[in-house]
């Protein structure tokens, strides 16, 4: 690299000294105020500036705007991103605009960020969902470092779960729950579009779908989640722009989602799957937070309660607590790697995490009807013991081990008759 000087220059418009320099790359005059009047300041200044630049220290400020900042990352990077992952940049692109309002990328600096994540848990959002913000917006600003629109991203603290065991904000919910939810549903949706909500209430409870693939469930549009009844099994299709994984998928359907299906008469598979009649022929349009409050609404008049914060606030069966409970429903049915399938899971560590070994009391439950199973279904002849036997075999010091083993209440033999319990 040739040889960098920088000098110190007097306009008669200015009032601080100016620092001049020819940029190695660009080969074009730089100026750049001393911020002194004193010749002998602007000098050391000069020295200081002229030492970053060679040793390549020295980093202008960005004088990109954030929209045209927005516009790029909008027609460069998005466009590869999956549908989903673009809706959620876009809500954080809009609440940073509404939030803190910067007018140059250079504008979000560490201190307004920190600011912003603060207005954010104000308006009651969840440590999960600011971490998830924080995630795209950092992921946009090193994007914009990488492509050199400016020098350097904030040092941003994202938020830490606090680790309290707990990783779900909700739980799964019960069949008396769930039943409760059903007959709640016309008083929240009206008696004409119950039908329809109730259907869908059902589809969620037995299918496992998140809220937004239920309502890009098609049966005729191969570009959406469609299901395929071509195969001696019915199957979901997932195309890459509607999965977390970002790939395209054939993934099976859980049988009693196909059996459900199978209910619907032929002439009415057409078009998407559940098709949610609105409460108001000209009420609010069925957008996806819409259907999410109502789905909510529905799990508070049925009070169905699936957390409790520390602030006393309480938080009622949402959609996603219906695939929770489908996770937990199949989780003892079916070994790990096939419910990451059922769950369409990327990684096998999510489905480990949030629905294996996950509840105790229905481990133990299922541990203990095992055995109960086991001890019923015994059929060595066991019988049980009278005082006599008990007394000759105290006292038969040559009675065969395996003999008495056998003959004790309440004991089975598992070597040779087999049993196994259904967990496995």
């Not at 109502?294 to 309480?314: C, E, F, R």
């Not at 002849?381 to 105290?394: I, K, P, Y």
Request: glycine share 6%; hydrophobic share 35%; net charge positive.
């Amino acid at each position: 690299m040739e040889d960098i000087n920088v000098t110190v220059v007097k306009f008669g418009d200015r009032k601080n000294l100016q620092m001049q320099y020819k940029d190695p790359i660009t080969r074009r005059k730089q100026t750049k105020s001393s911020g002194t009047t004193n010749r002998r300041e602007a000098e050391r200044a000069a020295a200081k500036l002229e030492a970053e630049l060679r040793e390549g220290r020295y980093k202008p400020a960005s004088k990109i705007t954030w929209a045209e900042f927005r516009q790029r990352y909008e027609d460069e990077v998005l466009p590869s991103l999956a549908e989903e992952t673009d809706r959620k940049v876009q809500t954080v692109f809009g609440l940073l605009e509404t939030l803190v309002n910067p007018v140059r990328l250079r504008d979000l600096t560490a201190a307004r960020i920190s600011s912003f994540q603060a207005q954010l848990r104000a308006g009651k959002r969840s440590e999960d969902t600011i971490d998830s913000y924080m995630a795209h917006l950092m992921a946009a600003l090193n994007w914009a470092v990488l492509i050199g629109l400016w020098p350097e991203a904030p040092k941003v603290k994202r938020p830490k779960r606090r680790k309290d065991g707990r990783t779900m904000k909700g739980r799964p919910i019960t069949l008396e729950e769930f039943e409760r939810m059903l007959d709640k549903v016309s008083q929240e949706v009206g008696e004409e579009a119950a039908p329809s909500w109730m259907e869908y209430v059902e589809g969620l409870w037995l299918s496992g779908l998140r809220l937004e693939e239920s309502q890009e469930l098609w049966w005729d549009r191969d570009d959406r989640l469609q299901v395929v009844t071509d195969g001696r099994h019915p199957m979901l299709r997932i195309p890459r722009d509607f999965e977390k994984g970002n790939k395209d998928r054939l993934l099976p359907m859980a049988p009693e989602f196909a059996e459900f299906l199978d209910k619907i008469p032929v002439a009415e598979r057409t078009g998407r799957v559940f098709k949610l009649v609105a409460k108001r022929a000209h009420g609010e349009r069925l957008t996806r937070d819409r259907v999410s409050r109502i789905i909510s609404a529905i799990g508070k008049a049925a009070n169905v309660k699936v957390h409790t914060y520390a602030s006393g606030k309480v938080k009622y069966a949402s959609a996603h607590d219906l695939r929770r409970s489908f996770g937990e429903r199949w989780s003892t049915r079916v070994m790990p790697p096939i419910l990451q399938q059922l769950m369409r899971h990327e990684s096998i560590e999510t489905t480990m995490k949030y629905y294996v070994g996950r509840n105790a009391q229905s481990t133990a439950s299922i541990l203990w009807e095992a055995h109960d199973k086991a001890v019923a279904g015994n059929t060595s002849g066991n019988t049980e013991v009278s005082d006599a036997d008990t007394a000759d075999r105290a006292g038969d010091s040559s009675s065969d081990e395996e003999t008495s083993c056998e003959s004790r209440p309440g004991r089975t033999r598992t070597r040779d008759q087999g049993i196994m319990s259904p967990l496995l």
